[in-house]
Structure formats: structure tokens, C-alpha cells
């Protein structure tokens, strides 16, 4: 089984400003990694996946997040943000070859403000 | 490409009734996976389908059943319906079970039972 530790569920920031959304998992056997956004009023849609090779990875709109095995962690970061940013991130794990099977975070609220 | 279409988009049922979700996948995609998302629970796998099988299931309760069509069109259905069964469901689809591919998720309906 697998689980995923979002440990912050709100995170405010000022436009501009480098963010940091933070994810630490468990799992008995190996896992691909992904974080999806959630805007409002908008359906979930994946901003990058880890699925082998280097740990880090670039995703859309400026994101990327660092694969750190010894750690289990694959945190989110963004040199700047901008207003638009603001939506709730969600850290998402799939076992290998366990399907599409995602076990999800509890999601940070990401809120940039001016 | 249309994206994924769930209907109906809002749903309000009574205790004890039974209810259907419908949700097309992408053109070309096979599988499809229903997500429950609640502000307690957040976001949860409740089974995928591909090829018109069940490939994987979460931990619901029997009330909770799917089924997928020929044309990869799918369909879940929860009998018995209790208050906490109020949730956003998601339906997501790409196009193989490997967990490797992006998940494309629709819009959700949201149920509300009284």
C-alpha cells in the first residue's frame, strides 16, 4: 500500500516570491510520482511526472520538483510565482505496475497574493 | 481532442436510492478510473477498467459497482445511498493501464444526498 504526507495545507506567497510545496511518501515497492493542479473551478490536470532517470524533473508553467529516494520525498518548487499560480496541488503516487491506480495526497492550497 | 465528459454534472438523490454516473473517455483512450473526492476523505481511487475489465479496486464498500462498455464509455453505480456518499466524483481516462500515462480527468459530478 501506498501513502502520501502533504505537510502543509495551506502555503500564502507574494507574486514573485519562490515557492516550495512539500511531499514525503510511503511505499512496499518502487512508485511512479506526480503532482497534479487543481484552479478553481477547473478539473485536475498534471503538471509533472516522475517516472525514472533524473530525479529532477520540469514541469508546465515553470514548476519542478526534485525526486529524493533516500528521503522519499518529491517536492514541488517554483522560482517565482505569479498570481495565476493560485489553485490547490495535489502529490500523487502510482505503484509500478500497479495501474493507474493513484493514491493522493490531502493537496496544498496554494495562495499568491500581490 | 474533446476532453473527458462526466453527466450528469450535478446529481441530488435521498438516502436508500441508487444512482448512475456516466463518463466518456478521451477518443483512443481505454482506460478509465473513478476518483471520490471529499473534504474529509480528499481524493480516492474507487476502480479502474480497461478493456471492459476491472483491473484494480479501491476499499468501498460493495454499494459501489462500474462497469465499462465496448466503445470504453464507463459508467459506475452506487446503490443504497447513504448521506456520506456526497462527494465529487471524478472519472479519469488514458489511453493504457500501464500507470505510466498522463490521467486525463473530467469535470466530476457532483452528488448531494439528503
Known amino acids: 500500500a501506498q501513502s502520501v504526507t502533504q505537510l502543509d495545507s495551506q502555503v500564502p506567497v507574494f507574486e514573485e516570491a519562490p515557492v516550495e510545496l512539500r511531499c514525503n511518501y510511503s511505499?512496499?515497492?518502487?512508485?511512479?510520482l506526480f503532482w497534479y493542479v487543481q484552479y478553481p473551478n477547473q478539473g485536475l490536470q498534471l503538471l509533472l511526472k516522475?517516472?525514472?532517470?533524473?530525479?529532477l524533473v520540469k514541469g508546465i508553467n515553470g514548476f519542478e520538483a526534485e525526486f529524493n529516494k533516500s528521503q522519499t520525498s518529491f517536492h514541488l518548487r517554483k522560482p517565482s510565482v505569479h498570481i495565476s499560480d493560485t489553485a490547490e496541488y495535489f502529490c500523487v503516487v502510482a505503484p509500478q505496475g500497479g495501474g493507474n491506480k493513484l493514491t493522493f495526497g490531502t493537496g496544498t492550497q496554494l495562495k499568491v497574493e500581490l | 481532442k474533446a476532453g473527458v465528459t462526466q453527466t450528469p454534472r450535478y446529481l441530488i438523490k435521498t438516502r436508500g436510492q441508487q444512482v448512475t454516473l456516466s463518463c466518456s473517455p478521451i477518443s483512443g483512450h481505454r482506460s478509465v478510473s473513478w476518483y471520490q473526492q471529499t473534504p474529509g476523505q480528499g481524493l480516492q481511487f474507487l476502480f479502474e477498467?480497461?478493456?471492459?475489465?476491472?483491473?484494480n479496486k479501491g476499499n468501498f464498500p460493495g454499494r459501489f459497482s462500474g462497469r465499462q462498455f465496448s466503445n470504453s464509455r464507463s459508467e459506475m453505480n452506487v446503490s443504497t445511498l447513504e448521506l456520506g456518499d456526497s462527494a465529487l466524483y471524478l472519472c479519469?481516462?488514458?489511453?493504457?493501464?500501464?500507470?505510466?500515462?498522463?490521467?486525463?480527468f473530467g469535470p466530476g459530478t457532483r452528488l448531494t444526498v439528503l
Open positions: 516522475y517516472l525514472s532517470g533524473s530525479t
Open positions: 511505499s512496499s515497492v518502487s512508485v511512479y
Open positions: 477498467y480497461f478493456s471492459e475489465t476491472q483491473r
Open positions: 479519469a481516462s488514458s489511453p493504457r493501464v500501464g500507470g505510466t500515462d498522463t490521467q486525463y
